[in-house]
């Protein structure tokens, strides 16, 4: 206290009994009293602290008198009458801007600086519940970045911290539709041609959105007049989605506004193309009816005949526009590079695409179906199928529209050829986007002789594993539209007038597509078999980039913040183990260490990126539990620089050095040690008197399959498990553990986690089998 003496301060009075009652019972000298506080805050406010304190004890001199309310119980303070005493007088010191505010200034915690504000969690960090509960200072949370964020509305002066309390809000996930309060507003900032300042707009404003690279730069530098934009660039944009969603801002983006008009000269018509684009005609007419294309409902038979009449040209002067319309005036400039265009030339479809082979395969593979979806009148829904229908072989189309639930087109009498799955010829499927020559023959591949196998060194673990030795084998590869010929025959079909299904060999085509992968190929520690070959086939919808979205999301989730009790999947409706996914399938079933996912024309997603991706949902999940000095660098694998795609990871660095595990971490505060205990993993706490606690080396291994999916360690992997085997009363210096990571990208995916995986062996909680060291938990390991 300063205002007033405190006698119990003195020692003189405290060792004479007969002072001390005199001072309490005879004078009535009462203890000090919230009251009391509230005046020593009010003189420091009002007249600032004394000569004699050190401006670094202020900070300590305002703490004293906070935790002083500690002191008395709650019901002997008015707590709604200390509250306006500090509204009123602005009793809360702020050592930042060494000034004293009122409570409506304070925040307690903010991500992000709001004008006007200041925050007091690192001034004050023990009185959270004095500040918080008592004093009802606010949080930042999603309301309060709201409320602020209105108050800025207009002001220009703030731009900066207006962005910033965008990203804020958009970290939040906010429903779509939850921020219509701000519609009105003028909160979001855009660079106007008209104005050498951002100014801030409302939604009622012509402005768009940069969601693609090549549509900002164009745009921003439009001539005569560039377009007006959001303020933010496009790596802000993909962390701003929930924001856009939220404000109902999504057809706001270049990529829904934009028209692209293109043209093409000195054009050559390709006669191979043309026959497989022809051959393609009734399966993009089903796709088109069934995304409701206005001109294929309008006339399914003059439409079958536009596509099926269809000529393919090869040209390099294929050029574009690219415009929007914003407040009545058309903006538009030349694109850089055209891969397609598209016109109707009366009862045909003229297509153009490259000359050259690669600029040709990136149009089957992105600017074609781009365009004929534009063509066609149907929206992006419908992109992913046409990339498989422009690109797949012939005797898989009828399969890809029954698995993707299209239909076939009754009375439409079907002319393409069908192909033979009887035929045991050499060479395999029409593919238009590759680049090996077929001679327009439209069969499966024949079943081949597994290939040698040879001894490399792995550039991931250093360590010796099996890969193939592939001999050229010419049917092993898909053709491409610069050497397609016309040599080709058409069989044609009856005409079909109750459609059920695109084609009666379908099912008999499944059979022998079956056969073919009877000698099934085995993963690195990716696990790329040839089930998850399949499965990255088939998933060719979800995109790497979704799927590492998939991975940070599912991994920062509330329900996956930590490590599951021991025996419980990570991910609620994961798959639980059965008997039969307990079953260890042979070594020898497992061969072709190295190949891709994805085969031929399909987006090819490689083991690589497998594994990235789930040693980024484990990194995620242990930065997420926030275990001391864990962060980027203990994430050790040189195969990390494969999620650099995403916005929150593309300045990290390449790890160069040594490997020994994908993710490493010295336990020193034992924080990761009692999480593993409290949850099962460990048997006894054996850490307790120790100075720190063990060295861990995490090793992740991760599948599109269940859990139960067999993986595999190399050699390399398995000495140093062995090296970290736990010896049973004796605190171990370092432990191994294997992350297994399932189901990677899907809604079930999870993880579950094997420490001492060396134990587990001799427990027979996990069945190995040498040399190739492929691991399976086992019934007894699952009930642990």
């Keep these: 206290m300063r205002l007033k003496i405190v ?72 707590w709604s009458q200390v509250r306006e005493n500090f509204e009123v007088a602005n009793l809360v010191y702020n050592s930042t801007e060494k000034q004293w505010y009122p409570i409506s200034k304070c925040l307690w915690s903010s991500m992000v600086k709001i004008p006007g504000k200041v925050t007091l969690s690192s001034d004050y960090p023990h009185l959270e519940d004095f500040f918080v509960k008592r004093l009802q200072v606010e949080k930042a949370d999603f309301k309060t970045l709201v409320r602020e964020l209105k108050s800025l509305a207009g002001n220009t002066d703030y731009v900066l911290e207006i962005k910033e309390i965008i990203r804020a809000i958009s970290l939040m996930v906010p429903e ?20 050498k300042q951002t100014q801030l707009w409302n939604t009622g404003q012509p402005f768009a959105i940069i969601d693609r690279l090549k549509l900002g730069r164009g745009f921003k530098n439009a001539q005569p007049q560039a377009a007006s934009l959001l303020d933010f660039e496009l790596e802000d944009v993909k962390l701003l989605q929930p924001f856009i969603q939220a404000m109902n801002l999504e057809d706001r983006c270049l990529s829904r506004l934009s028209k692209e008009e293109s043209k093409a000269t000195r054009k050559t018509l390709h006669e191979g193309l043309t026959k497989g684009f022809q051959d393609r005609a009734y399966h993009l007419l089903c796709c088109a009816v069934n995304f409701d294309s206005p001109k294929a409902k309008k006339n399914q038979n003059s439409f079958y005949e536009l596509l099926h009449n269809s000529e393919v040209y090869i040209s390099d002067t294929i050029t574009s526009y690219i415009s929007i319309t914003q407040g009545g ?21 003229h297509v153009v695409v490259p000359r050259a082979d690669r600029n040709r395969e990136i149009s089957y593979l992105k600017d074609l179906p781009r365009r004929l979806l534009s063509f066609f009148g149907i929206g992006e829904a419908a992109e992913a199928i046409m990339i498989h229908l422009l690109n797949s072989s ?65 550039s991931h673990h250093h360590e010796s594993r099996i890969i193939p030795k592939y001999e050229p084998i010419r049917d092993q590869t898909f053709p491409s539209p610069r050497d397609l010929t016309e ?31 009877s000698e099934r190929q085995s993963a690195t520690s990716y696990e790329g078999s040839e089930e998850d070959l399949a499965l990255s086939q088939t998933s060719i919808l979800m995109t790497y980039d979704d799927i590492l979205r998939k991975v940070i999301s599912t991994a920062r989730s509330s329900s996956n913040h930590g490590i599951a009790t021991q025996g419980s999947f990570r991910a609620s409706g994961a798959e639980t183990p059965s008997d039969s996914d307990s079953q260890l399938i042979s070594s020898e079933d497992f061969r072709g260490l190295g190949l891709p996912f994805g085969i031929h024309s399909h987006t090819p997603l490689s083991l690589s990126d497998i594994g990235a991706a789930g040693e980024l949902f484990v990194f995620e999940v242990l930065k997420g539990m926030q275990i001391p000095d864990f962060d980027i660098n203990n994430w050790q694998s040189r195969i990390r620089h494969l999620v650099k795609s995403r916005p929150e990871y593309n300045t990290m660095e390449d790890w160069t050095d040594k490997e020994t595990s994908d993710i490493v971490y010295e336990d020193i505060n034992k924080q990761l040690t009692n999480y593993l205990l409290t949850h099962g ?39 140093l498990m062995e090296e970290s085997k736990m010896v ?27 420490v001492d995986p060396w134990n587990m062996k001799q427990d027979e909680k996990l069945k190995f089998t040498e040399t190739n060291y492929s691991v399976v938990p086992t019934k007894r390991g699952d009930r642990r």
């Excluded at 059920?500 to 085509?509: D, F, I, L, M, V």
């Design 728 to 754: 049973p009363h004796v605190p171990a210096k370092q432990i191994y553990v294997l992350c297994r990571v399932f189901n990677l990208g899907k809604e079930d995916m999870g993880m579950r986690i094997y």
């Design 176 to 195: 779509k539709g939850s921020l219509q309060d701000l519609e009105g507003l003028d909160v979001l900032p855009v660079n106007s041609p008209h104005s």
């Design 329 to 349: 005036q058309q903006i538009r400039f030349e694109s850089e590079k055209c891969n397609a265009h598209v016109e109707q030339y009366g009862t045909k479809l």
């Design 681 to 719: 993993y460990l048997g006894e706490n054996l850490w307790e008197d120790a100075e720190e606690g063990p060295k861990y080396f995490l090793e992740v291994k991760t599948t599109l399959q269940g859990c139960n999916h067999p993986f595999y360690v190399s050699k390399g992997q398995y000495a």
């Design 394 to 458: 012939l005797y898989l189309l009828d399969d890809l529209l029954d698995d993707a639930g299209i239909l076939g087109v009754p009375d439409i009498v079907r002319r393409s050829r069908t192909p033979d799955v009887d035929s045991r010829a050499e060479n395999i499927p029409n593919n238009l986007g590759r680049s090996e020559a077929n001679h327009g023959h439209s069969t499966p591949p024949r079943i081949h002789k597994m290939p040698d196998y040879t001894e490399t060194r792995s």
């Design 487 to 517: 040599s080709s025959t058409t069989n044609t079909t009856a005409p079909s007038h109750s459609v059920t299904s695109h084609s009666r060999s379908s099912s008999e085509a499944r059979s022998r597509s079956d056969s073919i992968v």
């Design 7 to 78: 006698l119990a301060d003195s020692q003189r009075y405290l060792d004479q009994p007969t002072l001390k009652h005199f001072f309490r019972n005879t004078l009535e000298v009462q203890d000090a009293d919230w009251k009391d506080v509230v005046r020593e805050l009010t003189d420091l406010a009002e007249n600032g602290f004394s000569d004699f304190d050190q401006e670094s004890e202020h900070l300590g001199i305002a703490s004293r008198f906070y935790a002083y309310f500690e002191q008395f119980h709650s019901s002997e303070v008015d």
